[in-house]
């Protein structure tokens, strides 16, 4: 089945340093990628669509300057983020759709990766 | 605007128990779908079931049935004889067709804890 690699899957970094997390489709092409947030305990948020080959979409509230997300191939999209910060310790995961899976866009399951768990200290 | 709920935050049960997973959608559109998930404590997310809006018809897969009720705006999830291993958080998401096609408006999740 469609499977989504997301790496690195836990990370420690100093406050005002950069991380960036990799999201691969290892065996489908996929347009758009999506990136989640979830803080402990809390459900998933929608941060922004990543769309290859053009801008990202992003959510209300999202700083884009802050989580750059690059969509350079049909199987990767990256999310960066920027002078991390302790309040951006957080949970992130990406999620893609098998164009294969489903009639529809809409109908497809996402797949998501294993999540990347972000300490900033 | 959509929105799920999933009123349930956390249930324990003990092992065998048969137990239900409420979820309660909201949207204007008369085309959807609907999504759960199960989140276990290693954190990947795993896909359960997608049901349309047009397919009321109950689904049973092994321990697992979904419950479907358009009139209502819910889409329960049931375990029957649970077992420790299915201890995680399930999540309910609702897909509308617009858009990039996938984006899920998710529940808060439901903790599942399942006890020997």
């Known amino acids: 089945g469609a499977v989504v690699s997301q790496h690195p899957s836990r990370v420690i970094c100093k406050s005002g340093t950069s991380v960036k997390i990799e999201c691969r489709s290892l065996?489908?092409?996929?347009?758009?990628m999506f990136w989640y947030r979830q803080f402990p305990k809390q459900s998933l948020m929608l941060m922004a669509t990543?769309?290859?080959?053009?801008?990202?979409?992003?959510e209300q509230g999202v700083e884009k300057d802050k989580f750059l997300i690059n969509h350079a191939s049909l199987t990767l999209s990256t999310l960066t983020v920027t002078s991390a910060h302790p309040e951006d310790s957080s949970f992130y995961i990406c999620?893609?759709?098998?164009?294969?899976?489903?009639?529809?866009?809409?109908?497809?399951?996402?797949?998501f990766g294993n999540g990347t768990r972000l300490t900033v200290t | 605007a959509q929105k799920v709920t999933q009123a349930q935050t956390e249930i324990s049960v003990v092992e065998k128990e048969d137990v239900t997973l409420d979820c309660v959608y909201e949207?204007?559109?008369?085309?959807?779908?609907l999504f759960w998930y199960k989140q276990p404590p290693s954190g990947e997310l795993v896909f359960l079931i997608r049901?349309?809006?047009?397919?009321?018809q109950n689904e049973i897969s092994g321990r697992y049935s979904w419950n479907f009720q358009k009139s209502t705006s819910s889409f329960n999830f049931t375990i029957t004889a649970s077992q420790v291993v299915d201890s995680a958080v399930y999540f309910c998401?609702?897909?509308?067709?617009?858009?990039?096609?996938?984006?899920?408006?998710f529940g808060g999740g439901t903790r599942l804890m399942v006890k020997p």
């Open positions: 949207t204007r559109d008369t085309t959807y779908y």
């Open positions: 065996d489908f092409q996929a347009t758009t």
């Open positions: 049901r349309n809006s047009f397919d009321e």
């Open positions: 990543s769309n290859e080959g053009s801008k990202a979409t992003y």
């Open positions: 999620s893609a759709r098998d164009p294969q899976q489903g009639t529809t866009p809409y109908n497809s399951p996402l797949h």
């Open positions: 998401a609702l897909s509308l067709l617009r858009g990039a096609g996938n984006m899920l408006t």
